[in-house]
């Protein structure tokens, strides 16, 4: 009797485990919450980016001006402050740097869009108007809202 055993498996108590499979599926869940995470975090944030110097501006029934590319954007706060683009200039500094860009950028026929706050002193605006019109700018437009409302 004990010889007919010799082949077999001796071991009584141990168990016999089997090996899973490797899974090769990727889980996507942590990939598709982390997408969504991210979408909502653009959406909140893109309005935020478009705005410039934030200044109160007066409202108009006149349309909108298309444009192919970024216009250059002088704006004036309600403190006077004169903004090229995004930063702070001095008003004598002003028409060397639109100069300056605007021939790396193809020539004088640049437009430029003059942003005042509805409650800057009209002069203020129409000093720094002055001093691009003085300087050979001829295309230099005012910025407005849309008139809301009747």
């Known amino acids: 009797m004990a010889a007919s055993n010799i082949g077999g498996p ?15 599926e990727i889980n996507v869940t942590p990939f598709v919450d982390v997408m969504l995470v991210l979408l909502i975090i653009f959406m909140v944030s893109a309005p ?6 934030p200044i109160d501006l007066p409202q108009t029934q006149a349309k909108g001006l298309d444009q192919d590319r970024e216009p250059l954007t002088v704006t004036v706060n ?16 002003l028409v060397p740097k639109l100069q300056a860009i605007t021939q790396a950028r193809g020539g004088l026929d640049e437009r430029i869009y003059v942003r005042g706050d509805r409650k ?7 000093k720094v108007m ?10 230099v437009a005012l ?4 008139e809301q409302g009747s």
Do not use: C, I, P
């Not at 800057?120 to 129409?126: A, I, K, L, R």
């Not at 002055?130 to 295309?139: H, K, P, Q, T, Y």
């Not at 910025?143 to 849309?146: P, S, Y």
């Open 120 to 126: 800057v002193d009209y002069g203020t605006v129409m």
């Open 78 to 93: 309600v403190q006077g402050q004169v903004f090229l683009q995004n930063s702070e200039v001095k008003l004598d500094e």
């Open 10 to 24: 001796v071991a009584v108590g141990r168990r016999r485990h089997r090996r899973r499979a490797v899974m090769s």
């Open 48 to 53: 935020l980016l478009t705005v410039g110097v």
């Open 130 to 139: 002055g001093r691009l019109s003085s300087a050979g700018f001829r295309r």
């Open 143 to 146: 910025v407005t809202e849309v």
